[in-house]
Each structure stands twice: as structure tokens, then as C-alpha cells.
């Protein structure tokens, strides 16, 4: 193999062709473990002379470990602390009404089913059932009476729900981690449409982000299955039928699809959801529990 051709290829090379020379048996910054056992990799290492390279070697690899071993517990740490943030958020938003936290963990698990459905990631499905939970949080800056006025709302109240996509993305878009900064992505965008009528800002197709056009389904579905102070819920083969109706306009007719595709898990999802529910007092993060449901489609 001509090695001249890129400077990295003849630098591995020449570190191929010379001794290892080390000072010590560690990398420089970490410290060893006194009350540690002998390492096992220089059990399974060369009989050499001791501190010969061979064995160093070894012991440099054995620190690489720890340090990838100790950043992937600090991430997992760092990781619990932003679900635990949603958590808590869920719970502020839904002001005490069992059914709102119901609704969030609800919609959160149906839009991970969906994206699964449509072949996201796992991580990224994981990410979209917290994110969604919150995707109503801007209406925090509603009062409450507008919320729960059983008629027809006027103007001004209209112009403030109206304004809750945009009050939620500022409330999660305080935190710049990728969890906080996907669930200011759907709260902004769960109630645009597909055919660009919409809001707040109008966008068309695919310019919605892809988790704006899920959770606006999954929104939906569990909207209208749900009593409100001005409806009844509505059976699931009227629900299906008006998702059917709005495919292509306010929806994106592959996410439609998709939602069809998970539709039999709902009866469970929702059970699980009143369960996780009760259980949601504390603020601790639920388990990512959609991923049974999704390994029985």
C-alpha cells in the first residue's frame, strides 16, 4: 500500500515501525487505583519483564476503558437529569388534572409508536415520547378559564391559544441539551398543517419538522378520544374516519398511515398510560414503556 499519499497513513506507519516508549504504566492524568485488584488485562498479557512495552501496552488500553467506562456513566447521569426536567414540566402543565398528565403520556406513546412505525431510530423514539408529553406546556401562559370554557371562544381568547406553540418552545427553550431542544421543536410545531394552513407560523409539508407532523396525529387521535368540557369522546371508528378525511390537508398522509399501522396497540397504550399515571406524583421519569407495545405490532 502506497503509504505517501496522505500524511496519516505515512505517520501510522512510522508508528508501526518504532518501539513504544513510555514513562509509566498509565496514561498521563489518571491516577491508579490503589484499593483496585491487579489489572486483569495484565493477567491475560504477555509473560514479559515487567514494564516491558508489551505490558504497558496493556495498561494504557485497561485506562482508555476507565475513561470510556466513567464518560458513559456521566452521560447516562446527564441523560436522567434532562428526562427528569420533562417530568417535572408534565406535571406543572398539567396543573394538578389527572386526565392532562394521562394526555401527555399518552400522546408521547403513540408518537414513538408512530415514528417507529415509519422506521426512526430507537433512540430518536425514546427521545419523542418524553419530548411529546410536553407539547402543550406553552399553554401554562393561558388562564385557565380559557382553557376550560365549555362554549365557543372569542377572539382574544382565541388569540391566546393560539399563542401557546410559541410560549412553549421559549419555556423549553431555556435548556440546550438535544431532549429539551426536540420538545421545543414539537411544542412549536404540533399544530401546523400540512397544507400550510396552520399555525404559528403557517409552514407547508414537509418544512414541518417530522415531529411536529407525528405529534399533530398522535395529538388528535387522543384528543378526540378524550371527554372534554365541550364534547363527548368520540368511538375510535369516528376518530379513524375524520384522521382519514384531513390526510393530505392537515395531515401528512404517511404519518396517517402510520398511524393506522399501531392502531391496535391503543387499547393497551392506554392502560399503561393510566398506570404510569398514578405512579407520576414523585416527577420521576416513566420507563420508556411504548417499546413493549411497538415489539407486539
Known amino acids: 500500500m502506497n503509504t505517501s499519499a496522505h500524511p496519516a497513513a505515512a505517520s501510522s506507519t512510522l508508528l508501526l515501525q ?10 498521563p492524568g489518571i491516577a491508579a487505583n490503589p484499593r483496585a485488584p491487579a489489572a486483569s488485562c495484565d493477567e491475560s498479557a ?19 476503558r476507565t475513561v470510556v467506562t466513567q464518560r458513559d456513566r456521566e ?10 426536567s420533562i417530568a417535572r414540566l408534565a406535571l406543572a402543565a ?9 394526555h401527555g403520556l399518552r400522546v408521547g406513546a403513540t408518537a414513538a409508536l408512530i415514528g417507529h412505525a415509519l422506521g426512526s431510530p430507537l433512540a430518536w423514539c425514546d427521545d419523542l415520547s418524553d419530548a411529546a408529553r410536553v407539547h402543550d406546556i406553552g399553554n401554562l401562559a393561558v388562564p385557565e378559564a380559557i382553557l376550560a370554557k365549555p362554549g365557543s ?11 401557546h406553540p410559541l410560549d412553549g418552545a421559549r419555556i423549553l427553550g431555556v435548556a440546550s441539551d438535544p431532549l429539551h431542544a426536540l420538545a421545543a421543536e414539537v411544542a412549536l410545531n404540533h399544530h401546523e398543517k400540512w397544507d400550510g394552513s396552520g399555525y404559528p407560523a403557517g409552514r407547508e409539508g414537509s418544512n414541518i419538522p417530522l415531529s411536529g407532523r407525528i405529534v399533530a396525529v398522535a395529538d388528535f387521535v387522543d384528543a378526540l378520544g378524550s371527554r372534554a368540557s365541550y364534547r363527548d369522546a368520540l368511538d375510535e371508528g369516528a376518530i379513524f374516519a375524520l384522521l382519514d378525511l384531513a390526510a393530505g390537508m392537515q395531515f401528512d398522509p404517511a404519518v396517517v398511515a402510520a398511524m393506522h399501522r399501531i392502531r391496535p396497540q391503543l387499547p393497551q397504550l392506554r392502560k399503561r398510560a393510566a398506570l404510569h399515571a398514578a405512579r407520576a406524583g414523585a416527577g420521576s421519569p416513566p420507563p420508556h414503556w411504548w417499546r413493549t407495545l411497538a415489539a407486539l405490532s
Do not use: K
Not at 452521560?75 to 427528569?84: C, D, I, S, V
Not at 398539567?94 to 394521562?102: D, F, I, S, Y
Not at 371562544?153 to 399563542?163: V, Y
Open 46 to 64: 504477555p509473560a514479559r519483564r515487567p514494564g516491558d512495552p508489551y505490558r504497558q501496552l496493556y495498561r494504557v488500553l485497561h485506562d482508555l
Open 94 to 102: 398539567a396543573r394538578g388534572r389527572r386526565e392532562a398528565l394521562e
Open 75 to 84: 452521560r447516562e447521569a446527564m441523560r436522567r437529569l434532562q428526562r427528569e
Open 153 to 163: 371562544l372569542d377572539p382574544q381568547e382565541w388569540a391566546a391559544i393560539r399563542r
Open 18 to 27: 518504532e518501539p513504544i516508549e513510555l514513562d509509566d504504566d498509565s496514561l
